[in-house]
C-alpha cells in the first residue's frame, strides 16, 4: 500500500533546518505535504533519503550521486526518526535529506535536499591532580580512562619513579607519560626540574576497585593518589 494525493502536493522539509548543525545522533526529520494522502496501491509512495556529503559538495549534488545511507520507503507518516541501525551519523560530518515522491516506481517529484552538520564535540582539557606527600584521604575518578597528575620536581631531572598498586597492595603494570600540553598526545615519562604533567592510561581489562599510584622524587619523597576504577 502506498500513498497518494488527489492534487498538487508540494513536499516542504520541516527539520533539520538547512544548514543546521545539530548534537544528535538519531534526529527526527520532519516535513509537510499539501493535502491529504489516501493509500492507493504498491507503486506509488513517498521515500525519504539521507546521504552523507564529501568536503565542499551541495545537498542537491550529493543526493543525486552519493550512495544513501538511508532510504525508507512507503512513507505512512511525515517523520522519520534516523535508526539505530542505520550506518552511524560522524561528528563534524555533513549530510544531506530529501524527501521524495515515487508513482509507479519512480520518482516524480521532491522537496529541496536540505543539508545539515553532525556538531564536533568540544575538547576539554584534563583536570590534573596535584600530587602530595603521602595520601589526602581523597579517591579521585578517572577522566576517560585516565589519571592525570602534577608533580613540582624541585631537585632534578630523571625519569619518573613511580609504581601502581591494587587493594591488595600488589603491584600493577602501567605506563605513565608526560603531557607536554593538554591537546597533543602524551609522549615519555621524562621529569624535569618545575611543574611535570602526567597522563596515567589505564588498562581497558583492569578489574573494578581502588588502585594506589605512589611517585618518588629525586630525594626519595614518597607522593601518592588513590583512585577508583569503576
Known amino acids: 500500500m502506498s500513498l497518494e494525493l488527489a492534487a498538487q502536493d508540494p513536499i516542504n522539509l520541516i527539520t533539520p533546518f538547512d544548514e543546521d548543525t545539530i548534537c544528535n ?7 509537510s505535504i499539501l493535502g491529504s494522502p489516501v493509500f492507493s496501491n504498491e507503486r506509488d509512495y513517498y521515500q ?5 556529503l564529501n ?6 549534488a550529493g543526493i543525486l550521486s552519493n550512495t544513501p545511507l538511508l532510504r525508507v520507503d512507503h512513507l505512512t507518516s511525515t517523520q522519520q526518526f534516523y535508526p539505530y541501525d542505520a550506518p552511524a551519523l560522524e561528528d563534524g560530518k555533513s549530510y ?10 519512480q520518482v516524480v517529484s521532491t522537496s529541496e535536499a536540505w543539508k545539515f552538520t553532525l556538531c564536533t564535540p568540544p575538547v576539554l582539557s584534563p583536570v590534573y591532580h596535584k600530587l602530595k606527600y603521602g595520601w ?21 631531572e630523571n625519569s619518573l619513579t613511580y609504581s601502581l598498586y591494587n587493594s591488595k597492595n600488589e603491584k600493577v603494570s602501567s605506563v605513565v607519560k608526560q603531557k607536554t600540553n593538554d591537546y597533543e598526545p602524551a609522549i615519555t615519562n621524562a621529569k624535569k626540574t618545575g611543574v ?13 576497585g ?15 593518589i588513590h583512585f ?3
Open 96 to 105: 544531506a535529506w530529501q524527501v521524495q515522491k515515487v508513482e509507479n516506481n
Open 25 to 31: 545522533y538519531h534526529p527526527t526529520f520532519a516535513w
Open 196 to 208: 611535570n604533567k602526567y597522563a596515567l592510561t589505564l588498562n581497558e581489562s583492569l578489574p573494578i
Open 136 to 156: 589526602d584521604g581523597v579517591y579521585y575518578e578517572l577522566q576517560n580512562g585516565t589519571l592525570y597528575f602534577e608533580l613540582k620536581e624541585p631537585y632534578k
Open 228 to 230: 577508583n576504577v569503576q
Open 55 to 60: 568536503e565542499g559538495q551541495n545537498a542537491s
Open 48 to 52: 525519504i533519503v539521507v546521504v552523507a
Open 210 to 224: 581502588i588502585y594506589r599510584l605512589e611517585v618518588v622524587d629525586a630525594k626519595r619523597n614518597k607522593y601518592e
